[in-house]
């Protein structure tokens, strides 16, 4: 039996520095949140709004949130007061959304512009050419109050681990690319890899990954 604090020292002394852990606490209650939180941890990862919300209310402020799914763009208005990252970023409308709301709450905020990267229909996600095409607009100029600072991807949900690779390559890959299209900001954080797939994701060149059940899993 481990606890979730044992599961976060563990991930942390294979992670070192480089990479940042996300703790993703979807569906879980404030007290298994706390748990992680007293291990020191306070980057937490939700894929929902209306789950978000009363979690940034109820539980402490040092927390850094980062929204992890698709995100609507009438709920932007809710997050953007507190929000630490938007990692889902799919589409250009999303963005200037973003934009707009992080202006009326005086702030700049940090995005991830998601690629989609797997083999699946149901995974949201620019594809290469349409993200290229909006970094090549200078994204940076057109919204101010948005830094982008990375690239998120998820892997297909298979037990194939060549595909895997492939397709956390061809976002290290991408990003590279990108790299000197930008500016001003420096893209540099690379968010990929989940309970299944983050050790590949780490030799691809992760720097942040984003974990839910092999924490909160307490077998
Ligand atoms: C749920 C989720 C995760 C975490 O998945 P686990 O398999 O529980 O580690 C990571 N990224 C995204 C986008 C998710 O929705």
């Known amino acids: 039996m481990t606890t979730v604090a044992e599961n976060i020292f563990k991930f942390k002394k294979l992670l070192g520095q480089e990479t940042r852990l996300v703790v993703v606490s979807k569906k ?49 208005k809710y997050i953007a007061p507190f929000i630490h990252l938007i990692q889902s970023v799919d ?67 298979t037990e194939n681990q060549n595909q895997i690779r492939k397709e956390f390559q061809s976002l290290q890959k991408f990003s590279l690319k990108m790299e000197s299209l930008f500016h001003n900001s420096n893209p540099n954080i690379l968010s990929m890899g989940m309970s299944s797939d983050w050790e590949i994701a780490l030799t691809e060149g992760s720097t942040m990954i984003r974990i839910g059940t092999s924490i909160f899993e307490t077998i």
């Open 91 to 157: 589409s250009e409308s999303l963005l200037a959304e973003i934009n707009k709301q992080a202006a009326k709450c005086n702030r700049t905020i940090s995005v991830l512009l998601q690629l989609f990267i797997a083999q699946e229909e149901t995974k949201f996600g620019f594809s290469e050419i349409e993200l290229e095409q909006l970094i090549l607009q200078d994204p940076e100029k057109k919204f101010p109050h948005v830094n982008i600072v990375g690239f998120m991807g998820m892997a297909s949900n």
């Open 28 to 76: 879980k209650t404030n007290e298994q949140i706390l748990e992680a939180y007293q291990t020191g941890q306070r980057d937490f990862g939700e894929n929902r709004v209306q789950e978000i919300i009363p979690k940034f209310e109820s539980l402490p402020k040092d927390i850094q949130w980062h929204i992890i799914g698709h995100l609507q763009t009438n709920k932007v």
